[in-house]
């Protein structure tokens, strides 16, 4: 079966400081994968959509970019984090086109 | 691109009464609707969801509609209980990717 893992679950980092959040899929081989931020009391908001390794869409111009180094990892990162990065990151993926999406465990991060 | 809107925002009701949560997209291309919830705290979950070539579907107290012409589709949940409580979210993609846009949510509250 097909798992995705996502972490950390927490995360409290200062303003200004580096983000390395990491998602993993696992039993599945090519997947479409999601990084969605949701801000408190918000819907889902899609920061970045990959359809394979070194193929990756930005949604919304930031400080924040993603990375595919391998199949099933898709990595979220910023060099410098501001007040505004704060919120539920998630992860997701899905098989192809038209399929359920989904879900990793989420990350809660806080930027102090 | 697409865009999805979803109201109400929020919705209470009592226990046993019906609810109904409605959703416009953009796109003429889309051609899967999702819905999830997502419990307090926890990542989103798939309901239900319905493909373009049907006008309704239907899982025992969970059904969607779907009006290709006026471009939106709906979620009804009829006998509403206490744990029916929760954000439910509705997606389409971006017709002929792989770009899967949420709206905003509604938090559902049934009321004992």
């Known amino acids: 079966s097909q798992t995705i893992h996502q972490w950390p679950a927490t995360l409290v980092q200062p303003v200004g400081s580096p983000l390395s959040l990491e998602c993993t899929v696992e039993?599945?081989?090519?997947?479409?994968l999601y990084w969605y931020r949701q801000a408190a009391g918000r819907g889902l908001q899609l920061l970045f959509y990959s359809i394979g390794i070194d193929q990756i869409s930005s949604e919304v111009p930031q400080n924040l970019s993603a990375s595919r180094p391998q199949d099933r990892q898709f990595i979220l990162s910023s060099k410098k984090l501001l007040l505004s990065d704060s919120g539920f990151y998630l992860c997701a993926w899905s098989r192809q086109i038209n399929t359920e999406a989904f879900f990793g465990q989420g990350t809660r991060l806080t930027v102090v | 691109g697409e865009n999805v809107e979803q109201h109400p925002s929020t919705l209470s009701v009592q226990e046993g009464d019906s609810a109904v949560i409605k959703c416009t997209y953009s796109?003429?291309?889309?051609?899967?609707f999702p819905w999830y919830k997502q419990e307090l705290g926890k990542r989103p979950q798939l309901i239900i969801d319905i493909r373009s070539n049907v006008g309704e579907k239907k899982d025992q107290r969970i059904a969607v509609t779907l009006n290709k012409t006026a471009k939106h589709f709906s979620l009804h949940i009829t006998e509403t209980q206490p744990e029916d409580s929760a954000v439910y979210f509705c997606a389409a993609p971006q017709g002929g990717s792989e770009k899967l846009v949420f709206g905003k949510g509604t938090k559902l509250t049934v009321n004992p």
């Open positions: 039993g599945t081989s090519n997947p479409n």
């Open positions: 796109d003429s291309a889309s051609n899967y």
